[in-house]
């Protein structure tokens, strides 16, 4: 079963814009997760928070963890065409080392 | 990060058949997984691949279905016995190297017709 409900489920932007995405889960977590697969095919980790921290940067992404209110955010900073992808957050709620991973979010960047 | 090959990357199959998915992994990992992920859905973890010992399935998910072999580190088997058109899937291999993070094969989809 699902641990993450992610939203919106879809989004559509232009380049340059910004994306944000929800994650919200149920359980107590250890740390959550953000992956990207492109067209279904393998999925690539992006960035990995722990239930500690609140807030990470990676290049052009940011992503917070609330735990107080079980929910998470990716933000995507000026978007490319190349970021069109589906995003999961997934979270260690299975176990150690094995993830939980949420509904996703598809995201279109537009030329 | 590790690398992980997996193959078939596609196959068309027909109904009451089985097949045997090969993951690969150029570095060594800790822990292996198998994930199923349907049509337009999210990822379903199948199990946790052992070495050397019988793996460990997740609820919905028994042996006698999806067999699961990981007689070393580096290399594990996945085989989707007796076919139908419900199991037509993206199977994915992941390896963690016990930081956390999961690396994950290209996945291998699976038509059953």
């Known amino acids: 079963s699902q641990q993450g409900e992610e939203d919106p489920q879809a989004l559509s932007i232009q380049e340059g814009e910004n994306a944000t995405m929800n994650c919200s889960y149920k359980?107590?977590?250890?740390?959550l997760q953000w992956y990207r697969q492109n067209s279904g095919r393998g999925l690539v980790h992006l960035i990995l928070?722990?239930?500690?921290?609140r807030e990470k940067h990676s290049g052009r992404l940011r992503v917070t963890l609330d735990t107080s209110k079980k929910s998470s955010s990716l933000l995507i900073t000026a978007s490319r065409a190349a970021d069109t992808a589906s995003y999961f957050c997934?979270?260690?709620?299975?176990?150690?080392?094995?993830?939980?991973f949420g509904t996703g979010t598809r995201l279109l960047v537009s030329p | 990060s590790a690398v992980i090959s997996q193959k078939p990357s596609r196959d068309i199959c027909q109904r009451g058949t089985s097949l045997t998915i090969q993951c690969q992994v150029d570095?060594?990992?800790?822990?292996m997984f198998w994930y199923r992920q349907q049509p337009g859905q999210s990822l379903t973890l199948i199990a946790t691949?052992?070495?050397?010992?019988?793996?460990?399935?997740e609820s919905g998910f028994v042996i006698d279905k999806f067999p699961i072999s990981r007689p070393n580190l580096t290399f594990s088997t996945l085989t989707v016995s007796n076919m139908s058109p419900e199991d037509s899937s993206i199977y994915l291999c992941?390896?963690?190297?016990?930081?956390?993070?999961?690396?994950f094969g290209e996945g291998s989809r699976l038509t059953v017709l």
């Open positions: 997934a979270t260690d709620a299975g176990g150690f080392q094995k993830l939980v």
């Open positions: 359980t107590s977590i250890n740390n």
């Open positions: 928070i722990r239930s500690n921290e």
């Open positions: 570095s060594q990992v800790t822990m």
């Open positions: 691949a052992n070495q050397g010992s019988e793996a460990t399935y």
């Open positions: 992941s390896g963690t190297p016990g930081t956390g993070e999961l690396f």
